[in-house]
């Protein structure tokens, strides 16, 4: 099916190799990205059982609110590459979005109404958006081309790192203090702190591209990127999958439910995806740089098929469970660093934050759309079921991706 598909390949593809070194900054910013996800995931691990179970939200509401976090940091993604490329200091507008994240960890403990806990989400995903493509504008940037989707490989596991250890840290505070959601909330607070500190002490306040400083790109440079024909197939494809993605609580809530599970071992699903994502990820990223890009991202949408019919099988106990995690940790290893990867050699430098940033914004746009249409499907035929019923349209959508893909002669020159 995806044979034919690769990315642009080239030179920096066919060196890659033991001799392809990760630059410091790629770690230090993995550093950073790995405290901000001890945080997050502490907070994420437990937010659906949270709000369903403790605060009594429907499954209709979790899927608002899930969409919202899926999809509002689309509404500040493009803005944050935009100045990222402006004004060529990526780092500063990566710390603002990194301490609105920060703030709104602490800003859930008074918060107990669906409006309230909606705003916290919004104010979330906003310091998400606003940091994401300037990061990876600056992993791109950093990353000798011949190691670029193993840079974001390693980046990518640090993060997992954190987001390994982030449920484990909530599972402990829950099973030390019952329904101790507080404690989560005010732990997870303090290390975000710590990474933004990290952040602005140690990452390297770094000038993207190799243009000097009278060679500032003009608002027009940058924002031609968003019309670069050679960005507009790959976007398809990426909309198209991420409309058939369903969100991470729904996963678990699926799993939770079928094999019984009580809420204090809740956290411990998102662990085992985690552990799969933090095993995989880098050497996706190397063979991402081998194959092409392109080929790996639509693999992993196999995985994820086979992580639906894992989840929504009747057959339930560990194994399955494990199966169904296993594959969806390959998911995000096959796609979540893969794509700014691919993304960051469609565009040119000058506006590679903005490219970066447009490609994220139709996935998490998408994926908003599909937390919507899924939260109202669960309501109706029961969360297993929906999730049984996304398998076949992901079956017909994936060669239509494949197709999308393939390689255009002209998109070298595009970018250049």
Not at 79 to 103: C, E, F, N, Q, T
Not at 114 to 131: E, N, P, Q
Not at 260 to 281: C, I, K, S
Not at 314 to 339: E, I, N, R, S
Request: charged content about 15%; aromatic content about 6%; proline content about 5%.
């Amino acid at each position: 099916m995806y044979i034919t598909v690769r990315d642009r390949p080239g030179a920096d593809q066919l060196r890659s190799g033991p001799r392809a070194r990760v630059a410091s900054t790629v770690v230090l910013l993995g550093v950073v990205s790995m405290l901000t996800d001890v945080s997050s995931e502490m907070v994420n691990a437990v937010l659906p059982i949270y709000l369903t179970a403790h605060v009594g939200i429907s499954l209709l509401g979790y899927g608002i609110i899930d969409g919202l976090y899926q999809g509002v940091s689309s509404l500040v993604r493009v803005a944050g590459g935009y100045a990222a490329d402006r004004g060529r200091r990526p780092k500063w507008v990566a710390v603002i979005g990194y301490g609105l994240s920060a703030l709104s960890r602490i800003a859930l403990l008074p918060a107990q109404t669906m409006g309230a806990i909606t705003s916290v989400v919004v104010a979330d995903r906003l310091g998400k958006g606003l940091r994401t493509a300037p990061r990876d504008a600056l992993i791109a940037d950093a990353a000798d081309p011949a190691a670029l989707g193993r840079s974001f490989g390693v980046h990518r596991m640090l993060d997992t790192i954190g987001a390994a250890l982030g449920p484990i840290a909530a599972f402990a505070l829950l099973l030390l203090l019952p329904d101790g959601y507080d404690a989560v909330f005010v732990v997870s607070f303090a290390v975000a702190l710590v990474g933004l500190a990290v952040l602005v002490l140690f990452v390297p306040n770094r000038r993207l591209g190799r243009a000097s400083a009278a060679q500032k790109p003009s608002r027009r440079d940058i924002l031609r990127v968003l019309t670069t024909p050679a960005l507009r197939r790959p976007l398809l494809a990426a909309a198209l999958l991420g409309l058939l993605t369903v969100g991470d609580g729904f996963l678990y809530l699926t799993l939770q439910q079928r094999d019984d599970l009580a809420a204090q071992y809740f956290p411990l699903l998102a662990v085992g995806t985690n552990v799969a994502y933090l095993a995989l990820a880098v050497p996706l990223g190397r063979l991402a740089d081998r194959v092409g890009r392109g080929r790996v991202f639509l693999g992993g949408h196999l995985a994820l098929l086979g992580a639906y019919l894992a989840a929504g099988s009747l057959t339930g106990g560990w194994a399955a469970t494990a199966v169904a995690l296993v594959f969806f940790g390959a998911y995000y290893a096959a796609t979540d660093g893969v794509l700014p990867a691919l993304v960051s050699r469609l565009v040119p430098d000058n506006g590679r934050a903005t490219g970066i940033a447009a490609a994220q914004t139709v996935v998490v746009v998408a994926r908003f759309a599909s937390s919507l249409g899924f939260g109202a499907l669960a309501l109706n035929l029961g969360t297993a079921s929906a999730l049984l019923a996304v398998v076949p349209a992901l079956a017909v959508a994936l060669p239509v991706a494949a197709w999308l893909m393939r390689p255009r002669p002209d998109a070298a020159a595009e970018a250049a």
